[in-house]
């Protein structure tokens, strides 16, 4: 069975989280990392990308370039996703 492009993505994007999430979550505002689809504007894309959370989406003038995600991460897009405060149940 042949892989497809998107199987390769979503492979090469896990990658790229566990080589990232350690720094990502030390990260002012994030609580969170994973991998899933993009979305812009609360509308899907379709791509495989590495859905960063945090509690509150700020915009970058506010906070110190240590805590400004990027787009991308090895090729990857990064999707910011306000999520609130996440606690255990």
Excluded: C
Excluded at 14 to 27: D, G, I, P
Aim: glycine share 10%.
């Amino acid at each position: 069975m042949t892989e497809t492009t998107d199987e390769v993505t979503y492979e090469k994007a896990k990658a790229v989280k566990e080589a990232h999430q350690s720094a990502l979550m030390r990260m002012a505002n994030v609580v969170g990392v994973g991998v899933g689809l993009q979305r812009k504007g609360g509308v899907g894309t379709g791509k495989v990308a590495l859905i960063v959370m945090v509690e509150k989406k700020l915009p970058v003038s506010q906070l110190p370039d240590k805590d400004v995600l990027p787009i991308e991460i090895d090729g990857i897009p990064v999707d910011v996703q306000e999520v609130g405060k996440l606690e255990a149940q």
